[in-house]
């Protein structure tokens, strides 16, 4: 059975069991206490040495750590992976936006209000670099709600992995200080991943 190196709380691990969830594709988890430093241990460090969650064990041994090439690896030949070239492409194009202009951000802010908030609080610069993400975080969130407006879904008509992946962080932008009442389109379509069959919630710690 696969192993998932897992934190309920992280969005990040949160894309990979909602995917397998969706899939039906049974594993067992592995929680780690990313804030006492149990994913910097030396056998952790051994499964992925960078240090992170998620990461996925095989039963021959393999590993794969990254949740978008997670996604990407049991999306492979199912509907949530698009078969046509250009639409397989946006949602790669998806993938690295979250990673690259939205995670940083959302995920970040909601790391240090809802998990560390009195390390934060009171230190000038750690205040000035979560209002740069609250800006940053806003600019992500409104370039998704001008592309939903008139869309179902991320990429053609389908649900799929860009999808799972936005969904994980935008979905608790409000635990961060993210007010989404100013995005009603992106509101639709978290109401629409929320109604997806197979649908499991981020504390959901049981899968059967």
Known sequence: ??????????????????????LAVPFRRIDYDV????????????????????VIEFDDGRVLAESNAILCYFAEET????????????????LFFEQYSHEPFIAVARYWRHYIWDQVQGDAAKEAALAEKMERGHQALALM????????FLVGDSYSI??????????VA????????GYPALRRWLDRVADQPGHVLITQDSFA
Not at 174 to 181: H, K, N, P, S, V
């Open 1 to 22: 059975m696969l192993t998932l190196h897992d934190n309920l709380g992280s969005g990040n691990a949160y894309k990979v069991r909602l995917l397998l969830a969706h």
């Open 35 to 54: 804030t006492t430093g149990e994913t910097r241990t030396p056998a952790f460090l051994a499964l992925n040495p960078n240090g992170r969650i998620p």
């Open 79 to 94: 509907p949530y992976l698009p078969t046509d070239r250009f639409q397989r492409a946006q949602a790669l194009q998806w």
């Open 145 to 152: 709600e001008q592309h939903l407006e008139d869309r179902a």
């Open 162 to 171: 860009a999808d799972i992946a936005l969904y994980a962080y935008s979905h």
């Open 174 to 181: 409000d635990e961060g200080g993210f007010e989404l009442a």
